[in-house]
């Protein structure tokens, strides 16, 4: 199982941001996906995620209006699209895999760093 995330880096408040997680070593279109964040000093806060077909997407309440979770199973990609991004969104950003096909995983279980790729920081800061 690979992961690997991109698109992360600096922005002012209101700005946006496209994270891509490039997936390989497994069948993706089988997997549920989601995005987890980690601020410095705290523990991860699972953001979004989305099923196998995406057209089930789920947000946490901080980022609901503002965050669009999407994926193309063809490319094997995920994404994230962030806007109007606050300095409370300052994070490492990185897309976690479900630990079996075809399952429903509510958000805390992948809070587990499971299946996580490397991490894409997003730094939003006037």
Same mark, same amino acid.
């Given at each position: #199982?690979?992961?690997?995330?991109? $698109? /992360? &880096?600096?922005?002012?408040?209101?700005? %946006?941001?496209?994270?891509?997680?490039?997936? @390989?070593?497994?069948?993706?279109?089988?997997?549920?996906?989601?995005?987890?964040?980690?601020?410095?000093?705290?523990?991860?806060?699972? #953001?979004?995620?989305?099923?196998? $077909? /995406? &057209?089930?997407?789920?947000?946490?309440? %901080?980022?609901?209006?503002?965050?669009?979770? @999407?994926?193309?199973?063809?490319?094997?990609?995920?994404?994230?699209?962030?806007?109007?991004?606050?300095?409370?969104?300052?994070?490492?950003?990185?897309?976690?895999?479900?630990?079996?096909?075809?399952?429903?995983?509510?958000? %805390?279980?992948?809070?587990?760093?499971?299946?996580?790729?490397?991490?894409?920081?997003?730094?939003?800061?006037?």
């Amino acid at each position: #199982v690979q992961l690997v995330e991109s $698109g /992360g &880096g600096m922005v002012q408040p209101g700005g %946006s941001l496209r994270l891509s997680c490039a997936a @390989s070593g497994f069948i993706f279109s089988f997997y549920d996906m989601s995005w987890v964040r980690q601020a410095p000093g705290k523990g991860p806060e699972w #953001v979004s995620g989305i099923n196998t $077909g /995406g &057209g089930s997407t789920y947000y946490a309440d %901080s980022v609901k209006g503002r965050f669009t979770i @999407s994926r193309d199973n063809a490319k094997n990609t995920l994404y994230l699209q962030m806007n109007s991004l606050k300095p409370e969104d300052t994070a490492l950003y990185f897309c976690a895999r479900a630990p079996l096909p075809r399952t429903y995983y509510s958000g %805390s279980y992948y809070l587990k760093r499971e299946y996580w790729g490397q991490g894409t920081q997003v730094t939003v800061s006037s």
